[in-house]
Every structure is written in C-alpha cells, then in structure tokens.
Nanobody
C-alpha cells in the first residue's frame, strides 16, 4: 500500500536548477531504496539516480553525474533530486520509484512502486 507522489517539476532555462521531491505515504520508508527515472516523449524510460536505504550507496547515470544530486530525508518520508546545470536534453517526465530490496539499482524492473511523474522542461 505504498504511494509515491512526485512534485517540483516545471519550466526552467538551460543552466538553471530545479529540485524534485517524492513523498511516500507508506511506512518504514527508511527500509526502502529509492530511485529516479525519466522518460522523454517517444523515448524509453531511463535511469537517473538511486539511493540505498541508509544513503550509503548512491548511483547516477553518466548523463547527469556531476549535475544532479539524490538525497533522502527519512523523517519526512521523502527523496529529493536536486538538478543543477540543466540542459534541454534533461526535458522529460521524472518518476520516482521504490525498491523493497533496499539497494540502489539502475534497472527499472527492479523497482516495486512508481509515482505518477512530474514534468521537467528545460528551454534554450
């Protein structure tokens, strides 16, 4: 009965920043690994970032490494994606996902629950 709700998407100029949030309604949030994926129109969903249960393991796609930062606040049952130096190719619907295994993994099929997504559009 886990529900994930993304927020924070919007319009931004290239080079700008945006912070996405994903709030989980389920309990024992700290037991789950969380990931961010994105899907551009007409494209397949791709991995962006993931963080383990305790935050000890973090992984990023090469395309966002050095620009994006994933973090979590277990007290708020929320995972964040801070996106800096945004590029037009970052334009996509961003989804957060929950993995009961508690690992930070890059494969979409490993995740058990998904949010509805939030649109990020980068102009210029």
């Amino acid at each position: 009965q886990v529900q994930l709700v993304e927020s924070g998407g919007g319009l931004v100029q290239a080079g700008g920043s945006l912070r996405l949030s994903c709030a989980a309604s389920g309990r024992t949030f700290s037991s789950y690994a969380m990931g961010w994926f994105r899907q551009a129109p007409g494209k397949e969903r791709e991995f962006v970032a993931a963080i383990s249960r305790t935050g000890g393991r973090i992984y990023y796609a090469d395309s966002v490494k050095g620009r994006f930062t994933i973090s979590r606040d277990n007290a708020k049952n929320t995972v964040y994606l801070q996106m800096n130096s945004l590029k037009p190719e970052d334009t996509a619907v961003y989804y957060c996902a929950l993995d009961f295994a508690g690992l930070a993994r890059a494969t979409e099929r490993e995740y058990d629950y998904w949010g509805q997504g939030t649109q990020v559009t980068v102009s210029s």
